[in-house]
Each structure stands twice: as structure tokens, then as C-alpha cells.
T-cell receptor, first 110, second 117 residues
């Protein structure tokens, strides 16, 4: 059974600080996706990383896929209150099969 | 607005009731999914439909019965549910790339918040 461990589960920081969220597994994934979910909404895809060691940037967000394609990280620089939300990582391990981490609930305080 | 709509957005039902959740996608996709999101568990895949055919049933209890009349609509029929079935039920859709392979992006609806009393 594929499992994804996300850490931390909760994070509350001040505006302007930097943070990193981790997603780890003992399984290899063909790709890894990061989603953001706001209250009352479904998850919205932020990025997909496919190649081991790949780094993708989305404004102040930097996503990295581990060399062995078992882990990933999301780094946010100079966090803003608008970054508040639930961040989910999901590993793809077969056709149309995603396994999700339990999520990181991020709160950015003004 | 992701192009996937779900109704109702909120539902309260007793354990003896029968209700249905509806999902509609306006993206021209050919694959649709039901997920369950509980407070204390990761998002769990329940069912997958490709071209209206069920291709995945992730050991879901029979009190949940999916129906996919066409590629744009997906239902989840509920009967004799238990309080532990209370959760956010999310529908998603994607474009199955078949033999061409490649990564598929799943687009999620806003979910139905279900409370079973």
C-alpha cells in the first residue's frame, strides 16, 4: 500500500516568513502533485513534478521532487495571508491512481 | 470555478434515509472519480469511471452505489449510511490519455459536505 507522510500537519507563521512542507514515502511515484484546498472548495492543482530532482517555481512557491521520486517539498518564500489553506501532496502510482498525504494546514498571520 | 459542479453542497441525513449526490463536469473529460475526505484521514479514492465504465472500486461498502449514465454525469447513491460516513465527498474528472500515456490532471468539484445522524 502506497503511503505519503506529510509534515508538518499544522503550521502557523507570521507574514513575511519562509516555510517548507515535506511529503515523504517509501514508494516510488511516477509523478507527484501539489494541491491547495480552501474552505468549502475542492483541491486545486498547483503543480506536477515528474522527473527525479526536478524543481518547479510558481511565483513565491518552489516545488522539488526527490532524486529517487519518493519525496517532495514545497517551499514558500515571504508568505502572505493569501497563502493560507490546506496543502496536499498526491503521488501518482498507476493509471488514474493518486494517493494523497494527510495535508498541511497553513495559516499565515498578518 | 473548475468546471466540475456538485449538488447538493450540504446534506444531512438519517441512517435510514436514501439520498443521491450529483456531479457534473463541463470539461469534455472521459474519466470521473469519487473521493472521500474525512477530518482525520487523507483523501481516499472510492470509485473511478472511464467512458462510463467502472474501472476502480476501492473496497467501498455497498451502501455507497455509484452510477455514471454518461461521461459528463456521475452520481453517488447513499442508503443506510453510518455516522462514520460523515465526510466531504469530492468528485473529480480528467481526460484519460489511454495508450498515449502522460500525466493526467484531475479537476475537483467543491464537494458535498455530508452529515449522517
Amino acid at each position: 500500500t502506497q503511503l505519503l507522510e506529510q509534515s508538518p500537519q499544522f503550521l502557523s507563521i507570521q507574514e513575511g516568513e519562509n516555510l517548507t512542507v515535506y511529503c515523504n514515502s517509501s514508494s516510488v511515484f511516477s509523478s507527484l502533485q501539489w494541491y491547495r484546498q480552501e474552505p468549502g472548495e475542492g483541491p486545486v492543482l498547483l503543480v506536477t513534478v515528474v522527473t527525479g530532482g526536478e524543481v518547479k517555481k510558481l511565483k513565491r512557491l518552489t516545488f522539488q521532487f526527490g532524486d529517487a521520486r519518493k519525496d517532495s517539498s514545497l517551499h514558500i518564500t515571504a508568505a502572505q495571508p493569501g497563502d493560507t489553506g490546506l496543502y496536499l501532496c498526491a503521488g501518482a502510482w498507476g493509471a488514474q491512481k493518486l494517493v494523497f498525504g494527510q495535508g498541511t494546514r497553513l495559516t499565515i498571520n498578518p | 470555478e473548475t468546471g466540475v459542479t456538485q449538488t447538493p453542497r450540504h446534506l444531512v441525513m438519517g441512517m435510514t434515509n436514501k439520498k443521491s449526490l450529483k456531479c457534473e463536469q463541463h470539461l469534455g473529460h472521459n474519466a470521473m472519480y469519487w473521493y472521500k475526505q474525512s477530518a482525520k484521514k487523507p483523501l481516499e479514492l472510492m470509485f473511478v469511471y472511464n467512458f462510463k465504465e467502472q474501472t476502480e472500486n476501492n473496497s467501498v461498502p455497498s451502501r455507497f452505489s455509484p452510477e455514471c449514465p454518461n461521461s459528463s454525469h456521475l452520481f453517488l447513491h447513499l442508503h443506510t449510511l453510518q455516522p462514520e460516513d460523515s465526510a466531504l465527498y469530492l468528485c473529480a474528472s480528467s481526460q484519460d490519455k489511454g495508450s498515449a500515456g502522460g500525466e493526467e490532471t484531475q479537476y475537483f468539484g467543491p464537494g458535498t459536505r455530508l452529515l449522517v445522524l
